[in-house]
């Protein structure tokens, strides 16, 4: 299930599900640890005329959306049967770990009526479902959940008053399903504390007169200490709910007018959703470094692990959408996320978690009795690549003069020594697409374009040698590239070659979008070589996904959430926005500019309402597929709406389309 809306400050990652109701829940980091996610979430429901109805029947209609250029919901929950409307607006407060909701609650029937609104909460502590204690906390009047040092403390307001009614209780233990079964008759038990694995839930009454509404503000803090919760809770009181609420939507609306687009021949849902796609980005970034491939947990229930993880490759695109849109303090602190944790070889791993410790993996270190590196080589040649983007718009020499040893020149030494003798290519390593061990056009292509980023580096800081040994190597390597990888039967670039054990090239001629797009983006084919022409009629006979739906699909046979054999795999936004990077950059004439715009049309029209992109989508119905949101594709989308800009102003269209300069 795609998740509906992200918010968040650097420190917590809340996502809500299609219900609106907290389905993840992170921290102290962005990805680790989830406090719901799997079969928890939080409840929401209302018990009105004798009825219990919670938020996730039938019976309502429900849409979410963002506030417009802020990172706030406008959600509207509309039960006809019952006579009532739920207005919501959700924030995480920008400076303090606080999730807020302030809810209306509408009487659409023209009489007086009592309406219960019953909150639960189900908070897997630090992902394990025991241990746990919730208390209410007569003082703070309050209800508190801790353990060890994670302590969650919940309350609200109506009005100048806290919950009216209130309980605590087993969850999936003893035969308990949980506290919100208690609600169901309108009325809490108040039981003041349980252990183990425990939910709780709070409940506000409220008086409505026909056709009128009331309101209630509820919240949860995240803390280490039960004191600091409390006081964390009387900081609220203080402040009011409400104040803190408008501040962070003016904090985010600021946020996102910090650069003057134009947009120049943009429709304004192709702008609404790159302010979105900002919003969804940052709300993945953790205040240390790390940049989560996706906050959506229920990916679990297909595989053995989620995307909560930092995977290089997928942090450095997105570090260089947050560059190109004037970001560079956020995208900095991902590069010093990198320097952290790369090798004493040399080299990143598959992926890590926000706290800079080693992410899980399937890549082995042992295979068919050798010994192999089980590492994606492109995910270090990419960082490489994208700090020198960051550079050009931040011009922080002295952070490039702090890491070039340290990052740049250790990575980059190591390219120059992980080489195949025979060929000249880099020895093997995990692809793109985190499938097949081997020499991947796409992965020669990112190290080239490494190579070179590495020796403007080096000249830059005056290291000549290191530049001439740098640009030296990248010539090799595209030499070797034009040579080994280029099949002048298929007429495209190998998805990727072995050298056997008589020296000889075994090749997978399978066609590949990163195969084609990897020359272009890292300049070792110009745009308008006869074989890239030829590469791109290939790449949409093949690879173009001939449904009502459309998009590219990565490669032919793509088997990951296949749904059907009638195509070559599922579109991916990815994969498709690179081809339409591709059509901007042999872009000429307005009218070519004007069929991009059409192009663009395409992911706006298989987002979600409130902007969510998924990995992928089924080919036959546009249903987002995998993860939704993901931030790659979300960091995709802005790359190419800043290329169109940036085309615009080439075109001579617009005089400053795109404010963020680049020298």
Known sequence: MPRSLALGNGNMLICL???????????????????????????????????????????????????????????????????????????????????????????????????????????????????????????????????????????????????????????????????????????????????????????????????????????????????????????????????????????????????????????????????????????????????????????????????????????AYVSLALDKAGYNYTAKKFYEFCNKVITPEGYLLHKYRPDHSVGSSWHPWWKNGKKQLAIQEDETALVVVTLWDHYRVSKDLEFIEE?????????????CTYVE??????????????????????????????????????????????????????????????????????KFFDKLVRVNDNGELERDTTIDVSSFYGLYRFGVLDIDEPKMREGASIVYDKLQCKTRIGGIVRYEGDKYFKVSDDTPGNPWFVTTLWMVRYEIARAKNKEDMERIVEKLGWTKSCATSAGMLSEQLNPHTG?????APLTWSHAEYVLTIIAYLEKMEELGFCSVCYPVREE
């Open 403 to 415: 890491i070039y040893n340290s990052f740049i020149k250790h990575a980059t030494e190591f390219f």
């Open 623 to 627: 249903d987002p597929m995998s993860v």
């Open 17 to 315: 599900d299609v219900f609106g109701r907290v389905k993840d829940f992170y921290y102290p980091y962005v990805g680790l640890e989830n406090h719901t996610g799997a079969e928890y979430v939080h409840k929401l429901g209302i018990f009105v005329d004798g009825h219990m109805s919670w938020i996730s029947d039938q019976s309502w209609s429900i849409f979410i959306d963002y506030q417009h250029d802020t990172m706030a919901s406008a959600m509207v929950a509309k039960n006809t049967r019952e006579g009532i409307t739920l207005y919501f607006e959700d924030v995480i407060y920008n400076e303090k770990n606080v999730f807020l909701r302030h809810i209306r609650v509408e009487n659409n029937f023209d009489r007086k009526r009592t309406v219960k609104i019953f909150f639960n909460q189900q908070f897997n502590i630090s992902e394990v479902n025991h241990a746990s204690t919730a208390y209410y906390d007569p003082d703070a009047h309050a209800i508190i959940h801790y353990k060890g040092r994670r302590v969650f403390l919940v309350n609200g307001r109506h009005g100048e008053k806290g919950f009216d009614d209130f309980t605590v209780g087993l969850l999936g233990v003893s035969g308990k399903e949980g506290t919100w079964k208690d609600a169901e008759d309108g009325e809490l038990t108040k039981n003041p504390i349980e252990h183990g694995s425990v939910d709780s839930t709070v409940g506000f009454t409220l008086e409505i007169e026909g056709f009128a509404s009331d309101e209630v503000m509820y919240w949860f803090t995240a803390t280490e200490l039960i004191h600091e919760a409390i006081e964390l809770n009387e900081y609220v009181l203080n402040k009011k709910p409400q104040h803190l609420i408008e501040t962070t939507i003016d904090f985010w609306y600021a946020w996102a007018h910090k650069r003057n687009f134009t947009f120049e021949g943009l429709t304004p849902d192709l702008i609404d959703l790159f302010k979105k796609s900002l919003f969804i980005i940052r709300t993945h970034v953790d205040n240390r470094g790390s940049i989560l491939a996706s906050g959506d947990s229920d990916i679990m229930q297909y595989g053995h692990d989620a995307y909560a993880y930092s995977w290089p490759r997928d942090g």
């Open 421 to 490: 003798e025979k060929t000249r290519l880099p020895l093997p390593s995990y692809d793109l697409w985190e499938e097949k061990h081997g020499i991947s056009t796409y992965t020669a292509c990112v190290v080239y374009g490494a190579l070179n980023s590495a020796a403007q580096f080096a000249r830059l800081l005056g290291k000549e040698d290191d530049a001439l040994r740098y640009e030296n190597r990248a010539g090799e390597l595209k030499e070797a590239i034009l040579t080994h990888l280029y099949n002048p039967e298929t």
